[in-house]
Structures are given as structure tokens and as C-alpha cells.
């Protein structure tokens, strides 16, 4: 499991970008690029990293899933995952 502070500082950057998204999109609409290069840093959405929403993992993360490749497999298993099955030929 990754440590709470990482997925803490991923939420309250995650609070940011949702704060200036609508100035964000209100100075690229103007070209206003020295406007934008005074809003913080973490008001990009760049800056935002996927995490697993169980494990808070950061690496082999599935958007479809929104899970890291870890419980992506144990949840398939458990068939919590619906229309995934394990592949045998």
C-alpha cells in the first residue's frame, strides 16, 4: 500500500486543478499564457498521477479499472470484475 501522505498530496492536488479549471480554460481561450504561468503549479492536470483507488499503487495502473494490475488479477479471480475471465487454450 502506498504511503497516505502520497495519496493525500495526489487529492489536495487534485483539489487545485479542479479549483482553476474554469480560469485555466478561460486564459488558454485568450492565449494569456503569462497569466497562466502565475497560477500554481499544481493547478495542471499534468501534474496528477493515477493511483490505484485501493492500494493507492502509481505503477501498472488500468484506467478502464481504475486499479492497479495487482487487484486488478485478485479481483478478476474473486470474479468481482464482470465479462473478465482467466484465459486458457
Known amino acids: 500500500m502506498a504511503k497516505t501522505s ?9 483539489r487545485t ?3 482553476y479549471a474554469a480560469l485555466r480554460k478561460e486564459l488558454k481561450e485568450k492565449n ?3 497569466g497562466l504561468t502565475l497560477l500554481p ?4 492536470p ?3 498521477v493515477n493511483r490505484c483507488q485501493i492500494t493507492g ?5 488500468y484506467r478502464r479499472f ?12 474473486q470474479g468481482l470484475i464482470p465479462g473478465v475471465t482467466k484465459s486458457s487454450w
Open 32 to 34: 494569456d499564457y503569462v
Open 66 to 77: 481504475k486499479v492497479s494490475r495487482l487487484q486488478f488479477r485478485e479481483m478478476a479471480l
Open 46 to 48: 499534468t501534474r496528477l
Open 57 to 61: 499503487r502509481r505503477r501498472a495502473f
Open 6 to 14: 502520497w495519496i493525500e498530496r495526489n487529492a489536495r492536488k487534485q
Open 41 to 44: 503549479r499544481n493547478a495542471s
Open 17 to 19: 486543478v479542479d479549483k
